[in-house]
């Protein structure tokens, strides 16, 4: 999206901010079909906050911008800032096998030949728990989800099952995104720091980030005002069904954390300029590694917890996460000037035909948000049609396969 014309730009736009087109993009993805969405927009000192839609659809209670968000594997993000915090202290060695710090967890063979580092980028060729933990998932059925919504998992128990699962490649070999890596993660933060996990990260990172309304959840409900967040399992659940009541442990140190979108964007912002570790540390976290779809196209560039993708107007990093009924992405250039943080309440919408997801509005209508969040006016933005220049739909690797 272009903004408004060259003859009279309205003076909302002066701060890089065109606040009618964001406006009518969230608008869109709404009108697509998405339940509700909000969003901020940040460009240097100037922020737009926005959301279309309804947080209740029975009762039609509207969305709001400064809403409370599962956000799923944004968790990841976090989750690699306390390693390298620990990195960066000479405690863990990210070339190490996970092995010399885990060997009851990650025992044998594997052990030896998985390194940290393989954690963090997804290239240890671990599996995912996650078709073992919710088993009615591989014929497209809600049984598991809604049968263990107040179950509670030991992380051991999680990683146990992804290790049983088979091996998707051998370690190192390409990226293969699997929640078990940050379980893993999460076990090795606590053993090289004596301190529970989730307890490090509140203080060391969600705290030292000034995150006022960040947390892992002590309970199924969440805190604050919130939408309601509808699961469809690609139209099996009809109509969909509202899964923000639930027990996060089957996710922990993976995907649990809870957000605002201006808590994201401050989070990136403070990480991306050194505030919360060091250049040294940061460097190792953007050495990526190409992120590939099963037919070979490039989603990301992932690096340790985070990714980067490039847009018409440049380099973003950040990452996106997935949980049921309810979707985020944050994205923000390398200085963390240029900002956009993006929720939704409504997940896997679309139909599965011939074994193929069949795209929605929707998986158009965000990118073109999207765009406009990310690059404003730059000319390139509508430059190969389509789909917003480019630009995908979120990859939104859900925890859910």
């Not at 301190?195 to 000034?210: E, F, L």
């Not at 963390?336 to 943080?341: A, D, I, K, L």
Request: glycine share 12%.
């Amino acid at each position: 999206m272009l903004g408004a014309g060259l003859l009279q730009a309205p003076a909302a736009a002066a701060d890089g901010l065109d606040r009618e087109e964001l406006r009518a993009g969230l608008d869109g993805v709404h009108e697509a079909g998405m339940y509700g969405v909000f969003s901020q927009v940040r460009d240097g000192r100037a922020e737009w906050d926005g959301a279309a839609g309804d947080a209740d659809v029975r009762t039609g209670r509207p969305v709001r911008a400064h809403m409370r968000q599962r956000v799923g594997s944004i968790t990841k993000t976090f989750v690699a800032t306390a390693i390298l915090q620990q990195f960066e202290a000479g405690r863990i060695d990210l070339d190490a096998p996970v092995g010399r710090y885990l060997p009851d967890v990650v025992p044998g063979e594997r052990g030896e030949r998985v390194t940290v580092r393989m954690l963090l980028n997804h290239t240890s060729g671990i599996g995912d728990y996650v078709p073992a933990a919710f088993p009615s998932f591989g014929k497209l059925s809600p049984e598991s989800l809604d049968e263990h919504r107040f179950r509670e998992v030991a992380p051991e128990r999680l990683v146990r099952w992804g290790l049983e699962a088979p091996a998707t490649n051998e370690p190192g070999e390409r990226v293969s995104y699997s929640n078990t890596n940050y379980v893993i993660a999460g076990l090795l933060l606590e053993k090289v720091t004596g301190q529970d996990a989730v307890g490090y990260i509140t203080r060391h990172v969600i705290r030292k980030a000034g995150l006022r309304h960040t947390s892992f959840p002590e309970r199924p409900r969440i805190r604050g005002a919130h939408p309601k967040m509808y699961e469809s399992l690609y139209q099996h659940i009809d109509p969909p069904r509202d899964y923000s009541v639930y027990n996060m442990s089957w996710v922990w140190t993976a995907g649990a954390v809870v957000s605002t979108m201006d808590d994201l964007n401050t989070f990136y912002r403070k990480l991306l300029t050194g505030e919360l570790i060091g250049a040294e540390a940061l460097a190792e976290m953007k050495d990526t590694r190409p992120w590939t779809d099963p037919a070979g196209n490039l989603i990301a560039n992932y690096g340790l917890g985070l990714y980067s993708m490039d847009l018409p107007c440049g380099t973003f990093w950040g990452h996106d996460g997935a949980v049921f009924g309810a979707g985020t992405q944050s994205l923000s250039t390398p200085d963390g000037e240029r900002q956009v943080s993006v929720a939704m309440n409504l997940m896997k919408y679309q139909k599965i035909e011939n074994g193929a997801i069949v795209p929605h509005p929707i998986d158009y209508a965000m990118p073109g948000f999207l765009l406009e969040a990310a690059c404003g006016d730059v000319p390139t933005a509508k430059s190969s049609g389509g789909s917003a220049g480019g630009l995908r739909a979120m990859p939104l690797q859900s925890l859910v396969p």
